[in-house]
Nanobody, 123 residues
């Protein structure tokens, strides 16, 4: 069974940092990639980072490149998202997902989703 559980969301001030974790079941490792997505109120879900399982290649949306880092911890079965230099516009519900995407930052190409964790960036 494929399971993904997000954690680490919180309220943080602009300029601050957070680390999100996506704990994955071992069956998730059979999928092609794990991605992180976010959805702000009233907006569509957008892809922000992804990592491919077979070679650990990483991909980022322009809005977060240089500030966010996606990585895998095989010992803990997690895919983490380190977020630095947070901005108010980073606020939203963050989801991780797994699947066999061709375009790794497109939500519609992922089959399995976690429940999300809330990130609020506010002073």
């Amino acid at each position: 069974q494929v399971q993904l559980v997000e954690s680490g969301g919180d309220l943080v001030q602009p300029g601050g940092s957070l680390r999100l974790s996506c704990t994955v079941s071992r069956f998730t490792l059979d999928k092609n990639a794990v991605g992180w997505f976010r959805q702000a109120p009233g907006k569509a879900r957008e892809g922000i980072a992804a990592i491919k399982n077979f070679d650990d290649s990483t991909f980022y949306a322009n809005s977060v490149r240089g500030r966010f880092t996606i990585s895998r911890d095989n010992a803990k079965n997690t895919v983490d998202l380190q977020m630095n230099g947070l901005k108010v516009e980073d606020t939203g519900t963050y989801y991780c997902a797994a699947g066999w995407p061709t375009r790794v930052l497109l939500p519609n190409e992922y089959d399995y989703w976690g429940q999300g964790t809330q990130v609020t960036v506010s002073s």
